[in-house]
């Protein structure tokens, strides 16, 4: 093992787990405080979605331009914006945040899959379209990998020149109806990477440390942690806050024999900004 190679912490600090005493910032001063203690922890790169204060995604701009402001009057972490988004929005509805100035990377979702019990779509022509509002803006895609198969089809959009390189893939595990929290689909993902791609993985419902071992042997470049994947952190306790998910995965990771990178390395590393 390579003590010096160095791993980024992605947080996504807002959505989808809450009650339960989890209580996920959702105001523009909160959510921008929480990630300036998680920078302060390890955490390189903030994943943002727009929503209200119910913590529902919206395609409205006030509260994600309010954030991003926030986050970036108080930290120097790299702000991702997300082209995710519920059923019924339009594709430009689902990538307004790349309208802010702030924003540096963005999630591209390489295809559709099943989620839950419906069903999350991106065509192929949704695809081109987000990709080539990134490129225009300059803007650094990362490829969201549901299933394994979206993987060689980012290949081939990057062959026919609608997605640069180096290719920046987050394989997403544990989503219900997408790839499982297993480590045999890791294996396989990691196979399908082109030698100059980088990627990570993100796990939703839980923090597996076997996962996040498995993945930093085969070469992932970042781990994702945040309220939006799991409340708990990577010895199963359920976390009162963001930092605390950060904290508890820099600490694993460094007992893995691993160093975090900070901000500047992360650049380096995603090639962003640098």
Same mark, same amino acid.
């Given at each position: ?18 009650? &339960? ?15 300036? #203690? ?24 006030? =509260? ?21 988004? =519920? ?9 307004? =945040? ?16 099943? @989620? ?23 803007? =650094?895609?990362?490829?969201?990998? @549901? ?8 290949? &081939? ?69 945040? @309220? ?18 950060? &904290? ?18 992360? #650049? ?7």
């Amino acid at each position: 093992m390579n003590s010096n190679r160095q791993i980024i912490i992605s947080l996504a600090p807002v959505g989808f787990w809450k009650g &339960k005493g989890i209580t996920p910032p959702l105001s523009p001063m909160a959510v921008a405080e929480g990630v300036r #203690r998680c920078e302060d922890e390890g955490a390189a790169l903030v994943h943002l979605h727009v929503r209200d204060e119910e913590g529902n995604a919206t395609t409205d701009m006030g =509260v994600f331009n309010d954030t991003a402001e926030g986050i970036r009057e108080k930290c120097s972490l790299i702000l991702q914006g997300s082209t995710g988004g =519920v059923e019924g929005l339009t594709p430009q509805e689902r990538c307004v =945040v790349l309208q802010n100035s702030n924003v540096e990377a963005a999630s591209l979702n390489m295809g559709s899959t099943n @989620f839950f019990d419906g069903v999350y779509v991106n065509s192929p022509q949704d695809i081109r379209y987000w990709a080539d509002q990134m490129r225009d803006r300059n803007i =650094v895609p990362e490829l969201e990998a @549901f299933t394994l198969t979206m993987i060689p089809a980012s290949i &081939k959009l990057q062959h026919q020149g609608v997605i640069g390189s180096p290719l920046r893939f987050t394989v997403c595990m544990g989503i219900p109806g997408a790839i499982p929290l297993d480590v045999r689909f890791l294996y396989t993902a990691a196979q399908l990477m082109p030698p100059d791609a980088v990627w990570g993985i993100l796990m939703h419902g839980r923090t597996d440390p076997r996962l996040v071992a498995t993945a930093l042997s085969l070469g992932a470049s970042w781990i994702r942690v945040g @309220f939006e994947d799991s409340p708990t952190d990577i010895y199963g306790r359920t976390a009162t806050e963001n930092a605390h998910l950060v &904290k508890s995965l820099r600490e694993y990771i460094e007992l893995l024999g691993y160093s975090v990178a900070d901000v500047k390395t992360a #650049r380096r590393i995603l090639e962003i900004g640098c």
